[in-house]
């Protein structure tokens, strides 16, 4: 008879995992995403009104066309594109969350306002 020993990982630890995992992408794996230019840059191309393109309000933003603005090297820009991208994501998406989430609990000696 053997003993199956089930080992529950903590919430937090799952959390800490997907973050590293998720920064570990969007930092390293992400520089070796295609140099192609993307489907609708192809078609134009291919249709030849790919010159009568004008730039997008956010090309002179910090982070645009996928790298970070004043740095040089493409790696390390695209890379902390990436973090910072993920970065700001969390920090809108937890933010939401914390404000739009259920409260399902109320405070003890608090009563119902529907009683």
Known sequence: M?????????????WIAGL????????VVSY???AH???LEWAA?????????????????PLADYGVAGV???RLS??????????VTLVLAGGLTLL???RDRQPAGASSSRD
């Not at 695209?78 to 970065?87: C, D, E, N, S, T």
């Open 2 to 14: 053997s003993r199956r020993v089930s080992r529950r990982v903590s919430r937090r630890a799952s």
């Open 20 to 27: 590293l995992v998720t920064l570990l992408v969007a930092g």
């Open 32 to 34: 070796y995403a295609s």
């Open 37 to 39: 230019p993307d489907g």
């Open 45 to 61: 191309g291919r249709a030849g009104f790919a010159d009568t393109a004008e730039d997008s309000a956010a090309a002179g933003s």
């Open 72 to 74: 040089g090297d493409g």
């Open 78 to 87: 695209g890379g902390l594109a990436g973090v910072i991208g993920v970065a």
């Open 100 to 102: 739009l989430r259920r």
